[in-house]
């Protein structure tokens, strides 16, 4: 690993010390069922037809019926149908949290609002957090992040890329569910668009726009890349 790789670990991994390896996967697990129960109750409240429109954007259903019924493949069409909306409309976390926040209890309202400012990116892997979790590179914003996922801490090696949506909670951050993994072919397509990109700031509004998730998903499903996915 690059000595300034290093010290960025060194650095970000020292936000965490003070708390034990269980403390803090005590923390992410509370919020990762949270997590589970928030999107679900998003889910619910989505249109069948909404939901069929979602999924039919990345190929998995005409607009009238599903394709699939692979857990895998489909939470990409729940991520999109989450946290994306067109022009005009609002996004279902958000309508979500508009029903829950006023009631919500300390731990969920953090969920919520962490949630609620989530960005799709590409990150590629640093190292390992001591005393938990991985270090991300974020290759389309800049910086670098923790995040606490005790699936991709456990397969997740030095230099793997990923796309997907993590939501800030506290001094780390959590996956939103649906983790792409960016394989060679895959690769060179996201090499071409970030090397394509003048500035950080152009590369930051291409994430941020709802049909860059959507493209990534349907390639993703096209190459086949979700069948190496298995959500622990």
Known sequence: MAPAAQA???????????????????RYRRYRDLRKDI???ALENIPHSSFLAHA???????????????????????DLAVYTAG????????????????????????????????????????????????LLEDLMRGGAIPLLDE?????????AVFAMRVAPIEEFA????????????????CIDVLIGAASKAELSALADHRRFAASIYELAIELGLMNFVAYR
């Open 87 to 134: 022009a005009g409309r609002t996004r279902a976390i958000d309508r979500c949290a508009r029903r829950r926040l006023p009631v919500a209890k300390s731990d969920e309202a953090l969920v919520l609002r962490a949630l609620q400012a989530s960005r799709f990116s590409i990150f590629r892997t640093i190292g390992m957090c001591r005393p938990a979790g991985v």
């Open 151 to 159: 699936g991709l801490e456990q397969s997740a090696e030095p230099g």
């Open 174 to 189: 959590i996956t939103c569910g649906a983790i792409v993994p960016i394989g060679p072919e895959m690769m060179e397509e």
């Open 8 to 26: 960025l670990l060194d650095l970000r991994a020292g936000e965490m010390h003070g708390f034990s390896r269980a403390d803090i996967l005590g």
């Open 56 to 78: 039919k954007r990345i190929g998995l259903s005409d607009g009238k019926f599903l394709f699939t019924n692979d857990t895998v493949e489909l939470s990409l069409a729940f």
């Open 39 to 41: 999107q679900t109750a």
